[in-house]
Structure formats: structure tokens, C-alpha cells
């Protein structure tokens, strides 16, 4: 794989015109490890059909720079021997540009939808695998594998294991076994994310490689990455797993925070940061969730809303607070900050997944009572979102959580644009792009690594 992956990032070099095109494997905007894991394993796969009609190549689908930020995805590609150099980016692949010459193919894997600044790409998408709910309209031409289970890397090591089980080595088992174990919690029952599928292709992925990591002390390691904020700015550590939502005239971001509530309210100059953080980013309110584990490894889940309007605050936490549907359980706890509205939240079987798709519906339901009244002006700001920093000067971030649960809704707009991480790496042409695969491809399959 090793090869392969070095191979498809060798097309930044360049070279000349001329080219059939690229099938991309493009997981979501948040690129979690599941994410991650799901569109270099099935790229993979795919390079080894004889019958691809243009080369597969995984993409990540966040700029090279955030990428630091995704520690826990970080350490697994460590420990599987693979080089952060060979993989690909999204600010480093012009897909628009490649679609513009009719040299796209897109595969979506962990997400079933594009985002809005992506939607003219849409026709060039060919296929789907993915376990969050099924947003796009059914077509003969796009084969759709959506399924309720705990992690997307179960169905990618389903297809490869029904398809070409060949293409599992030592280095691909590992990939798909730690995103599945992260993404199901240890395969814990009590934690609500594991299915019957996701136990059986572990199982699978461990009989099949007796020298896989053990269970318990790979999740340990993957947690340990993953909760690790040392050295993190507020503003790093609200990107790190963040996913975004918007409706009419409120766009929010949905943090997920690796520790208490408590300590995330006690960081130095959090109210600047958080001010900062909104307006760089163009959002009008945040909803952080905390996930800290207690002595007994049991996860401990806190939530916070932020917004320097009172109308947007309110509104939010009330939905959440009224949620039917994934009830949150959650009681008031006091808050330093005017501006957030801090609580601890009851039920933690509801995920970050479960919580977006509460808020979905809520902007869902705005929009549509603005409308029915005839005054579209009723979702623009009426309270003090505009006022100056210095009068809200008192106001928390967020709190974080997890982000699993079953068929939640699929994850659009996740990652912020124009990230102040990124460096802004040159983007290479879709001529070269693809006339550089090419001759990639056929080097590949003749290459010993590369099997």
C-alpha cells in the first residue's frame, strides 16, 4: 500500500497532457479516522481491479495543514508504518478543475452528499458507501451502499473481503481494525455504536491477522492520541473535530472537546479566542461538547452554547434542552460567561452524530415558520449580535463530545474554509494530474511493493 499511496502522491510533481482522468475516493469534510481510513483502503481496492478505467486516488478532504490537528489519525498511520508525504489533500487536488475537463470520477465514502460548494460536482460522483443517513435521490447510474452501522471502514472491509480479499495485508487489516474498534467504542455494547456487522468483520480482520494490535490497548493508544490538546490554540482545538450546520441566517459550528467542560472555561483569554474563532470563520454561534472519562472509564458528557446574540443562544439551547428524538438529559450548570449557557448532559449515549441531527431539524423548522408567517426578515438578527466585543467581553467556548452513533445525518460543510493553518499549498493542474497517474497506475501494477 506503501507504494501505491507514494505513487498517487507523486502527481504533484507533475509532467505533461493527456490523460484518461482520476477516479477520486473523497471521504468527509471532518476527515475523522474513519473517514481517512475509508478512502485510502477502498482507493486501494480499487487500484486492483483490472477493469479501472481511471486511476483511483484516495483524497483527503481537508487542507495538508489541518491535518496535525487529527492526532489520533496521525498515530495510527505511524504505527502502520505509512508517511504523511505520500498522501493527498484537498487544497492540493483541483477537483473542479479535473470535472470542468470531464476527467472526474468521484467516489464518496463516510458521506453520501456533497456540500453545497461542491454540488456542480455532483454528476461526476459514481458511487457511495457510507453509514449516515441517506440524503441523495436514488439513481441507476450511482451505486449507493448505505447501512446503519457503527464505522464505514465496516463496509469498505465487507467489499474487500467479498471482492478481493487479496488486497488485505498486515498494513491494510491494521487500518480498517483501528478505525473500526475507535469508531465503535472497543466494540463496547453499552456504549450504543457497535452493530453485529462491525463485531463480525473485527472478528474477521482478527482471526485473519493474529498480529493485529490487541483490542483494548489499540483503542487505549487511539483515545490517548485522540484526547491528547497539549500545545493546541482555542482555535486549533475547536477545528480539531469540529463539523459545521447552517439555515437562513444562523451558521454554527458543533465542537467536539477532549476534556471537562470546567478546564476548557478555564483557559486564558478563552473570551477573545472565542469571539476571534466566530468571526474569522463567519460563524454566529458554537455548540461545544465536552467528553472526559470518569475513574470507572465511564465517558462523562457536558455541552455548552455559545453566541453573542441572546435571540441565537436561546433559541438553540431550547432545542436541545426540548429534544424528543435523542433526548440529551441535560441540566444547567453555572457559567462564568454571560454569552454561554453551559450543561451537563444526562444521556451519554447521544453522540455529536445525534445532536447535529436534532439541530438539523431545529433549522429545519425556523426556516420553515419564517416562511409561513410571509417575513423572511424574521431570521435575521434582531438582538446584539453586532454589538462590540468589549460589551460581551464575558463569554465562554464550548464543550465537547464524541461523534458516533447510527445513521445519523451525513456531515456536510464540516471543516472551515480558509483555515489560518493553511499554508496554501500549490494546487497542480488537471492536465498533469492525470497524465501523471496514468503512467503512475501502469508502473504500479507492475511494481513488487506495490502488491
Known sequence: MEAYLRSCRDVLK??????????????????????????????????????????????????????????????????????????????????????????????????????????ELEDAVVEVIDHHLLQRPTSPSCPVTVEPVGSCATLVTERIAQKAPEVLDQQVAQLLYGAIIQDCINMAPEAGQVTPKDSQYAVFLEKRFPKLPQRGALFQSLQNAKFDVSGLSTEQMLLKDMKAASGGDLKLAVSVIYMTLEAFLQRRGLQQDLYEFCHNHSYNLVVAMTISFNDNKEPF?????????????????????????????????????????????????????????????????????????????????????????????????????????QFPPTPMNSLVEGCPLDNGLPKISPEVLVEKVSKIASMEDTSPEGQ
Open 14 to 119: 507533475g509532467c505533461s497532457k493527456n490523460s484518461t482522468g482520476l477516479h477520486v475516493v473523497l471521504g468527509n469534510e471532518a476527515c475523522d479516522m474513519d473517514s481517512m481510513v475509508s478512502a485510502l483502503t477502498f482507493a486501494y481496492f480499487l487500484s486492483k481491479s483490472l477493469d479501472c478505467k481511471k486511476m483511483p486516488v484516495p483524497v483527503l478532504n481537508i487542507p495538508r495543514a489541518e491535518f496535525p490537528l487529527r492526532s489520533d489519525c496521525t498515530f495510527l498511520l505511524r504505527e502502520t508504518g505509512l508517511s504523511q508525504d505520500c498522501l493527498l489533500f484537498r487544497d492540493e487536488v483541483d477537483l473542479h478543475g479535473l470535472h470542468k475537463n470531464k476527467q472526474l470520477m468521484l467516489t464518496l465514502v463516510d458521506h453520501n452528499i456533497l456540500p453545497s460548494a461542491d454540488s
Open 301 to 405: 458528557r457536558q455541552l455548552a452554547v455559545y453566541s453573542s446574540s441572546t435571540v441565537y443562544r436561546e433559541e438553540m439551547s431550547k432545542a436541545l434542552e426540548k429534544a424528543k428524538n435523542n433526548s440529551l438529559d441535560l441540566k444547567p450548570m453555572s457559567s462564568p460567561y454571560p454569552d454561554v449557557k453551559a450543561f451537563i448532559q444526562g444521556n451519554t449515549l447521544v453522540s455529536r452524530k445525534k445532536v447535529i441531527s436534532i439541530i438539523t431539524d431545529f433549522l429545519k423548522e425556523r426556516e420553515k415558520k419564517a416562511y409561513q408567517s410571509g417575513n423572511i426578515e424574521d431570521l435575521d438578527l434582531d438582538d446584539d449580535s453586532n454589538q462590540d466585543q468589549s460589551e460581551s467581553q464575558q463569554c465562554p467556548e464550548d464543550a465537547g463530545i464524541e461523534d458516533d452513533t
